[in-house]
Every structure is written in structure tokens, then in C-alpha cells.
């Protein structure tokens, strides 16, 4: 049961989903980063040229969603109710670039054809 003392308004609850929204929202721009990167050898070793040309895409697709990530995250700190998707927003900006670096270090299994 609750406590008459520990009753909130359910703030604290509405921001946390909200700065887990942000997460998943910044997390799109890293995982098409990331299999890009972790794919991109096995592209390059293959005779497929459509395969390399699919890696780069996802990729420049990846990088545009980043810059309008950081574009987002300045939007959204400024505005007081959306304030925890910025905040997440803005731990996905630095994160990023070091999910797509351990992306380099994964080695999908090459596609058998």
C-alpha cells in the first residue's frame, strides 16, 4: 500500500518514459552506424558490388540521422515537458560514435552465396 506521505503527481515517472523514448530514438542513428561498419568488410571482400554499395548507404543514411540527432537534442533542452528526451538525446550524441567504433571490432559471419 502506499504511503500518505510518498503519493506523487507521476512525474517522475512520465520523464523516465520519456528519457527512455529518447534512448530508443537515439539508438536508430547507432545501429544503422554500427551495421554498416561491422558489415562493410565482408562487402568489400565479396565480389558483390551491390553489397558494398548497401553498406555505404545504411551508413550515409546512419550519419544524416546523427546530425539531425544533434540538431534534435538542442531543439528539445529548450523546451521544459520534452526536456528528458533531449537529455537522452544528448548521452546517444556521445555514444554513438563509440557504438559505431565497436562496430569495427564485430565480424558478422559473411553472407553465403
Do not use: H
Not at 539531425?68 to 537534442?73: M, R
Not at 538542442?74 to 567504433?101: C, E
Amino acid at each position: 500500500m502506499d504511503q500518505p506521505g510518498m503519493q506523487g503527481n507521476g512525474v517522475g515517472r512520465r520523464s523516465g518514459l520519456l528519457f527512455l523514448a529518447g534512448l530508443g530514438l537515439g539508438l536508430i542513428p547507432a545501429m544503422l552506424m554500427f551495421l554498416s561498419v561491422s558489415w562493410q568488410p565482408f562487402c568489400y571482400r565479396s565480389c558483390d558490388p551491390v553489397a558494398g554499395q548497401a553498406s555505404a548507404f545504411i551508413g550515409g543514411i546512419g550519419i544524416r540521422l546523427y546530425v539531425l540527432e544533434i540538431l534534435s537534442a538542442v531543439v528539445l533542452l529548450a523546451a521544459r515537458r520534452v526536456r528528458p528526451i533531449g537529455y537522452a538525446l544528448l548521452l546517444m550524441i556521445f555514444m554513438t560514435p563509440v557504438i559505431a567504433v565497436q562496430g569495427c571490432m564485430v565480424r558478422l559471419p559473411a553472407p553465403r552465396v
